[in-house]
């Protein structure tokens, strides 16, 4: 199924962005909620059908009723019924040139299974410009995307995925650690490896940097870097619950950037799991 997009240029907070005619039926629905360009709209487009290839779940119904600017500033009113997940994007100031290129948040969670029913991904505007130049628009919204979909401590965290402390945390599904040990046989330590260079332990929400190396889930992106959709990050989202579609994956291999091997990182995603309230619990309007 393809995603659908509603395109509303400055949308006002004050204004309630109307469900689509004819209802939604697929995996994901983006709405935008501030000005937009055109480069936006076609890499969100793009990743939006992609994350659509590889992940399906008939998640439900859900009632979303919030008053405008709840989750994130911008945010319209919500007096709807939708299905699936609803993602909005806004392309607004965050932290100026360079810094954070963007982040995400999780406003809503089904209360079945955890996975996110609201979410929203955020451009830094003053980036926008650089992001299209250096060619890693689209990567950023496919890592965001990520995110939006799941790969959040929220979703994980409640199922036990995880195990280990700040130094080595590790996402323990068996479908990720299956596939990783597929493609990343010559790593001797417990697996699948998070991120360990921020010190919040399994809550960082990202592949460890230097096992994976250019990944998608990795916290970095940059020029010369593929991202590749890895199997192993599609075994995470099978572990999430969703069913997958493992011929979508890209081809990788698990190379760490080792000596003279590494690669200096030129764009962090790091601390892009932004948090600003806990999200809401929303039960489905019929059973699933
Ligand atoms: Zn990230």
């Not at 950023?140 to 401590?153: Q, S």
């Not at 990795?218 to 999430?240: A, E, M, N, R």
């Amino acid at each position: 199924m393809l995603s659908s997009t509603v395109v509303c240029l400055a949308c006002g907070s004050d204004k309630v962005i109307p469900p689509p005619s004819g209802g939604f039926n697929g995996q994901i629905e983006v709405r935008y909620a501030s000005d937009i360009t055109p480069e936006v709209q076609s890499a969100v487009t793009s990743a939006a059908a992609r994350w659509t290839r590889a992940l399906s779940k008939n998640m439900g119904d859900f009632p979303l009723n919030s008053a405008a600017n709840h989750c994130f500033v911008g945010e319209p009113q919500l007096s709807e019924t939708h299905h699936n997940l609803l993602l909005f994007v806004t392309v607004t100031p965050i932290d100026g040139l360079n810094g954070q290129l963007a982040y995400t948040q999780i406003c809503s969670v089904s209360d079945r299974d955890t996975l996110p029913v609201l979410s929203h991904i955020r451009l830094d505007r003053a980036d926008l410009d650089s992001m299209v130049a250096r060619g890693v628009l689209d990567d950023v919204l496919m890592h965001e995307m990520g995110h939006a979909l799941g790969f959040v401590p929220t979703s994980y965290m409640p199922k036990a995925l995880t195990a280990g402390g700040t130094d080595d945390p590790r996402f323990v599904g068996a479908v990720a650690q299956s596939e990783f040990a597929k493609h990343g046989a010559w790593y001797t330590g417990a697996r699948v490896p998070l991120e360990n260079s921020a010190g919040v332990g399994p809550r960082d929400p990202h592949w460890r940097f230097t096992v994976f190396g250019d990944e998608l889930m990795v916290p970095v992106v940059g020029p010369g870097f593929k991202s590749p959709l890895s199997s192993i990050t599609l075994g995470l989202f099978q572990d999430l619950g969703y069913t997958v579609d493992f011929s979508q994956a890209d081809p990788y291999e698990v190379v760490p950037l080792f000596g003279d091997n590494r690669v200096v990182p030129e764009t962090s995603l790091r601390n892009d799991v932004v948090r600003t309230k806990a999200p809401t619990f929303v039960s489905p309007v019929a059973a699933y």
